[in-house]
């Protein structure tokens, strides 16, 4: 990209023909020559010299387009060439900025600079046309630019791909790469790209679809052909229903009948493309189930060292399925780039890891010694050591986090990687609470202006303003990502803001003290004989009116502020209690019935919300550490496991053996449930002890649900209804017996959303539906509407169809945008291939039927798309739905006048 062009160009001086090769002190433009101020230094004038060259070459470049321009010679016509000047220029303007932050310029004067090279790159770029951009990438190794740059409505994506002021190897470049090489296996599959199909393509690029002598292919006839797809056929199905982990002989023949149908040259075979790009899509179906380890891939990869094909680091620093894709002919160049990209940062995050751990072994050798940081009273340079532990200390943290992620799965075994990098060894650990425990312990001894000095090397804005308590919060947060420095930093100020408002308060008008304060809200009560509000300006029944109590405050030494506040306080009455339901139950259907039904369902409601966990940001979630868990026996299909959150709170984790792709269903639906108002444990993805799954905390003093419908009450009942709304939005048909709990305070919470979706696009909204199974296994919303039915509910207590409707208005309010992009992974992560997930087929059918193409022509875009237009379309017919089946299902034609908003 950029500037790494292999073919060589011509050398041009294009710097004026009398530019001295130094700068006298006093001579250089923007250089002071005055006697009284210091003289420069030789490398100095050297790199000021070098900058406005290359600067004064870029501006020649700018406005001169091949011709010739005061001094300067004539440029040449070819964009390539051109380009290429311009890309060497850009890099010794970098080098000259490199050399004066080098030799002492500010960092104002740095990155002004930077800004202005920077700017002049954009515009040179911006400035050509979308043929040159294509030309000019085209030479410089982009596969495809004619596929970039389509709508033509924004800045050209090439602009930023050639902009050399940016490293080539930057992801956003990466990404562009992506999207060319992506619609052209659209086009290769018989789709079309922005109305541009193959031959249009081929037209533009000067190409055809099959070239005389390709390098790299072999040539086949038609009959050639097919058997190599016969025996790609054969060679997936092996590796598909292999029992156990797939060995290493079936792994390798389905890569190589892949590569021999994607390399075949055969002009004669009809949609050879489209054929072959099938071949690529379904050859990662078959891998997908596979179970792949590191016996599976490490004869192949042996050999793929020992030709070259495979560099050392990505052998030890990738895992089995990574080692896979690099090793397959149908993976995109684009993704083996980042591939590589990944093996090598791993290798540089193990050199990091250890260079952290020597800087953190200044204040804690291992976790069997203790904290031993410096006295702060005792060096000046005590506080950048301790600053620099902090800091360091919270570098291996992470570092350590990430690399649990790869480690357990390289075909470097982990003892190995532990000897040659003892960050990783399990004594050298960082364990963030316990770290954090003992530097406060070591911080109490420790000078409040010292550890002022400690949180400004830091960067903490305003270190003099902190009290004790929030500089070595301030500090621990460097090393411990549950503590917020945003948060620290929020407090201190609002603090110091409120001691400043009541020091401007006190110097305007003092105030009364305390005490006088107290007296005279007793005072201004007992001259008030109401318990109501008089009206504005009025005198209540007992007396003063409001303006005499803010008068009479006044002279007895209040701030007008306080008198005011003080006169309210006096008028205002006593809260009136919240009602409780009566303790002896009044008759079914009475009106005390009914009043007594209703207390019960805003107590359950309230009992609800202040049992559940509320929802917190995803990211603080992310940033903890939960450490070893112990077995949580608590059934279900998956193993489970009880943590300890930052805060000593329980979680729970369960593995998702699928990858995620579970663990992002039951965290969407649980978001999209809170949204709707409909009670949910919230619930996150996350990563544990290496493996991926959810995380959701504990429900304390729970207990099951009873099973007999005949004991539920009225507010029971009414709980139920409203959760079926959120079940059915999310498509979780799951809600048995024990997925029911009863809260601590009585009330009623489903839990285990994890199979939510998972019949989307064919489940239904009707009576008996329960595809998890019948019996103990039907949901609790089917258990409700039989009873109801049968006559087997308690006397008095119904099933009331108006209690959706606030649930209903709370999901209908939610955007649609806003609704697609909750679930956005939930629908891309389900979509991969090989992600096993039970709606896939009814989004592959759904996008067939739309886009009017074969259901093996879908794309995994598509089929996302589909979900996501599914839930969007589920979301607006709610009402309707619902409707429609208490009417039907339920005979309650009482219930039609749900479709107008109607209760």
């Known amino acids: 990209m950029g500037t790494n062009s292999k073919s060589s160009h011509s050398s041009y001086a294009i710097a004026p023909t009398g530019a001295p090769e130094t700068v006298e002190a006093g001579e250089g433009v923007g250089l002071a020559a005055a006697s009284a101020e210091p003289e420069l230094s030789d490398g100095l004038v050297k790199a000021t010299t070098d900058l406005m060259v290359a600067m004064d070459n870029l501006d020649a470049l700018a406005v001169g387009n091949g011709v010739a321009t005061g001094n300067y010679p004539e440029l040449p016509d070819d964009p390539v060439e051109r380009y290429d000047i311009f890309a060497d220029q850009i890099k010794a303007a970098r080098e000259a900025i490199e050399q004066l932050k080098a030799e002492g310029a500010s960092e104002e ?53 050639l902009d050399p002021y940016y490293n080539d190897d930057i992801p956003s470049k990466q990404k562009i790469q992506a999207v060319a090489q992506k619609r052209y296996e659209q086009l290769a599959a018989g789709q079309t790209v922005g109305g541009m199909t193959l031959a249009d393509l081929q037209q533009i690029e000067g190409t055809s679809g099959a070239p005389d002598a ?54 004669d075979t009809p949609d050879l493309e489209t054929k072959k790009n099938e071949i690529q899509v379904w050859t990662g179906d078959p891998l997908a189930v596979a179970k792949i380890n590191q016996s599976t891939v490490m004869p192949l990869v042996q050999e793929a060292v020992a030709s070259g094909e495979m560099s050392l680091t990505e052998a030890q620093h990738l895992k089995p399925v990574e080692l896979v894709g690099l090793l397959r002919t149908g993976t995109p ?33 291992d976790i069997h010694t ?78 409040i202006g010292d550890l002022r000095a400690v949180a400004g090397e830091l960067g903490m804005p305003d270190p003099g303003k902190a009290n004790r308590a929030q500089l070595q919060g301030y500090i621990a947060a460097n090393f411990n990502p ?3 420095k945003d948060a620290i930093n929020a407090k201190v100020q609002a603090a110091a803001a409120k001691k400043q408002a009541a020091a401007a308060a006190k110097a305007a008008s003092p105030l009364a003290s305390d005490e006088a304060v107290n007296a005279l809200k007793s005072k201004l009560a007992s001259s008030t004989g109401t318990t109501s509000a008089p009206p504005a300006g009025g005198a209540g029944t007992g007396g003063l009116t409001q303006e005499s109590k803010v008068e009479a405050a006044i002279k007895m030494g209040a701030s007008p502020v306080q008198a005011q506040k003080l006169a309210q306080a006096a008028t205002a009455g006593p809260t009136k209690p919240i009602p409780k339901a009566p303790k002896k139950p009044a008759a079914p259907g009475s009106f005390n019935g009914k009043v007594q039904a209703l207390i019960a369902g805003l107590q359950q409601v309230k009992a609800t919300a202040q049992d559940v966990p509320a929802r917190i940001d995803s990211d603080v979630v992310g940033s903890w550490d939960f450490g070893a868990g112990t077995p949580a026996n608590l059934g279900g299909t998956y193993s489970k496991t009880l943590h300890s959150a930052p805060d000593g709170s329980s979680w729970l984790f369960k593995a998702d053996h699928n990858g995620g792709v579970i663990a992002h269903s039951e965290a969407a639906a649980s978001h999209a449930l809170s949204l709707g108002g409909v009670p949910a444990v919230p619930v996150y993805v996350k990563k544990v002890g290496g493996k991926v799954g959810s995380v959701q905390p504990m429900l304390k003093g729970a207990s099951h649900f009873a099973s007999d419908p005949s004991k539920w009450s009225q507010s029971d009942v009414d709980a139920i209804v409203r959760s079926h709304v959120g079940s059915w939005i999310v498509g979780d048909h799951d809600g048995h017996q024990a997925n029911v709990l009863r809260t601590a305070s009585g009330g009623l919470v489903q839990i285990d959303r994890g199979q939510a979706f998972k019949h989307w696009g064919s489940d239904k909204l009707s009576l008996g539906y329960a595809p998890s199974g019948g019996g103990s296994y039907d949901p609790v919303h089917q258990k409700l509407y039989a009873a109801a039915l049968s006559g087997g509910l308690a006397d008095g207590v119904k099933v009331n169809h108006a209690v959706v409707q606030p649930v209903i208005k709370s999901f209908e309010a939610i955007p649609d945008s806003q609704w697609r992009s909750m679930l956005h992974s939930t629908a891309y992560e ?18 067939a039927k739309k886009h009017g193409i074969a259901a093996a022509k879908v794309s995994t875009e598509q089929i996302a798309e589909a979900f996501l237009d599914h839930a969007v379309e589920r979301k607006q017919n709610l009402r309707k739905a619902f409707a429609e089946f208490f009417v039907k299902d339920l005979k309650m034609p009482q219930a039609a006048s749900l479709k107008h908003g109607a209760e």
């Open 214 to 267: 390709p390098a790299g292919t072999w040539a086949a006839t038609p009959d050639q052909f097919k058997a190599a797809v016969d025996a790609w056929t054969q060679a997936s199905h092996e590796a598909a229903y292999a029992k156990g982990v797939l060995d290493s002989d079936k792994l390798k023949n389905l890569l190589d009948a892949e590569k021999q149908v994607l390399t075949a040259h055969s002009p």
């Open 370 to 447: 203790e904290l031993t940081l410096p006295d702060l009273a005792g060096s000046p340079e005590a506080a950048a050591q301790v600053a620099s532990w902090a800091k360091s200390t919270g570098e291996l943290h992470t570092l350590q986090q990430e690399a649990q992620g790869w480690i357990h799965e390289t075909l470097q075994s982990p003892v190995d990687i532990g000897f040659a990098n003892p960050a990783l060894l399990n004594t050298h650990q960082v364990d963030p609470k316990a770290l954090t425990t003992e530097f406060n312990a070591w911080a109490k001894s420790q000078k």
């Open 333 to 365: 160049e684009a993704e083996k780039e980042t591939l590589k990209a990944t093996a090598q940062a791993r290798k540089d995050q193990l050199k990091a890891l250890d260079n952290a751990l020597d800087v953190h072994q200044g204040g804690k050798q």
């Open 482 to 484: 549950a503590l917020d």
């Open 109 to 161: 004067e740095v990155k002004a600079q930077l800004d202005a090279l920077r700017a002049q790159s954009l515009a040179y770029l911006t400035a050509l046309d979308p043929e040159e951009l294509q030309q000019i990438a085209a030479a410089k190794g982009f596969e495809h630019p004619a596929l970039v740059g389509l709508s033509g409505s924004s800045q050209h994506p090439l602009v930023h791909w």
């Open 830 to 847: 389900g979509a991969k291939a090989g992600s096993g997930v039970h709606w896939v087929p009814a989004m592959r059918k759904q996008a």
